[in-house]
C-alpha cells in the first residue's frame, strides 16, 4: 500500500512556474513507477509525465514537453514536477498516482492516487 499527497500548487501567471511535489507513505515506494496527471472542468483526466521507479526513465505529454520535468528522489519518498512557462490551458487539479506497471500513461492503470492539488493560471 502506498499513500500520496500532493503539495505545491497555487495561483500564477502565465509565463510563471510552479514545482508540485508528491510525498509517498507506506512500503517499497521504491518498486513504484509515479506519474502526474491533470484533469480540468469537464474534462477527461489525462496524462502529463511519468518517471519509472529508478528515475532512469521519464516521459511526457506532448503539451508540457520542454515545459515540465519530473524528478524523483527515493531517499525522501517524493517525486517533482517542475512547471514552467506555464499557460493558462496548463490550469486543472493535479494528482500523482503509482504503478507497478512499466510505461503506463492511462489512469487506469495506475493503483494509488493522491487527492490532488490545484493549478490556476492567469493570464
Known amino acids: 500500500q502506498v499513500q500520496l499527497v500532493e503539495s505545491g500548487g497555487g495561483l500564477v501567471q502565465a509565463g510563471g512556474s510552479l514545482r508540485l511535489s508528491c510525498a509517498a507513505s507506506?512500503?517499497?515506494?521504491?518498486?513504484?513507477?509515479i506519474g502526474w496527471f491533470r484533469q480540468a472542468p469537464g474534462k477527461e483526466r489525462e496524462f502529463v509525465a511519468r518517471?519509472?521507479?529508478?528515475?532512469?526513465?521519464?516521459d511526457y505529454a506532448d503539451s508540457v514537453k520542454g515545459r515540465f520535468t519530473i524528478s524523483r528522489d527515493n531517499a525522501k519518498h517524493t517525486v517533482y514536477l517542475q512547471m514552467n512557462s506555464l499557460k493558462p490551458e496548463d490550469t486543472a487539479v493535479y494528482y500523482c498516482?503509482?504503478?507497478?506497471?512499466?510505461?503506463?500513461?492511462?489512469?487506469?492503470?495506475?493503483?494509488?492516487w493522491g487527492q490532488g492539488t490545484q493549478v490556476t493560471v492567469s493570464s
Open positions: 518517471i519509472s521507479w529508478s528515475g532512469g526513465r521519464t
Open positions: 507506506g512500503r517499497a515506494f521504491s518498486n513504484y513507477a
Open positions: 498516482a503509482a504503478t507497478g506497471v512499466a510505461l503506463a500513461t492511462t489512469p487506469r492503470n495506475y493503483d494509488y
